[in-house]
């Protein structure tokens, strides 16, 4: 099994562009978790869908944030515009019935100028 | 924001037995501990969960006080790769991390 896949793995881009960061969850998991983290607020949950649905996103900062997750197999976490304050590690999980044991990716470091 | 509260720091000497202890005492009476690892610039990993009674497994064993007021994992024999922080949890359908507490072993 690989694991939960993330792409990409670092990202250095100009604040005011577009970030997408992708993630392939575990083959069989059924819910899906986006997480955000930083030295000064730790590991926050962004959103988490359940058979690909949105169940909780009031971890998402704000409109310039959006998931999607079209099929079992792909979820994606954008940024539009990206801004200073938006660096950090972005982690992608997913589990499966027992949704405690997540499996977490090797996350996203993202570097916004 | 978290329900649960860890020491920052701890450090242990390689070959003892690490003790991380966690409050928890404004959770729920259904609602279980979980404890999660993050070794440097990794993911967390899920090490072991609790509801009352205490657990082990193949990394690790968590007591849990009678109260459900506190608990304790214990790494019994910590080695170097045991460096991380260690995260205290609990949550129903999703999990909130505080900031943990971060184990250093030493040789």
């Known amino acids: 099994d690989a694991g939960v896949i993330q792409s990409p793995r670092h990202e250095v881009t100009e604040m005011g562009q577009e970030v997408t960061l992708r993630c392939k969850p575990i083959s069989g998991h059924n819910s899906l978790f986006w997480y955000r983290q930083t030295m000064m607020r730790g590991l926050e949950l962004l959103i988490y869908f359940n058979n690909n649905v949105p169940i909780d996103d009031s971890g998402m900062p704000e409109d310039r944030f959006s998931a999607k997750m079209p099929n079992a197999s792909f979820s994606t976490l954008k940024i539009q515009p990206s801004e200073p304050r938006d660096s950090a590690v972005y982690f992608c999980?997913?589990?499966?019935?027992?949704?405690?044991?997540?499996?977490f990716g090797p996350g996203t470091r993202l570097t916004v100028t | 924001d978290a329900k649960t509260t860890q020491p920052p720091s701890m450090d242990c000497a390689e070959g003892r037995a690490a003790n991380l202890p966690c409050n928890h005492s404004?959770?729920?009476?259904?609602?279980?501990v979980y404890w999660y690892r993050q070794i440097h610039s990794q993911g967390p990993q899920y090490i072991i969960h609790g509801l009352k009674n205490n657990e082990t497994n193949e990394m690790a064993s968590l007591i849990i006080t009678e109260d459900r007021k506190s608990s304790t994992l214990i790494l019994p024999h910590a080695t170097l790769r045991d460096t991380a922080v260690y995260y205290c949890t609990s949550g129903y359908s999703t999990l909130t991390f505080g900031k943990g507490t971060m184990l250093l072993v030493s040789p």
């Open positions: 999980a997913s589990s499966g019935d027992r949704y405690y044991e997540q499996y």
């Open positions: 404004t959770i729920s009476g259904n609602e279980y």
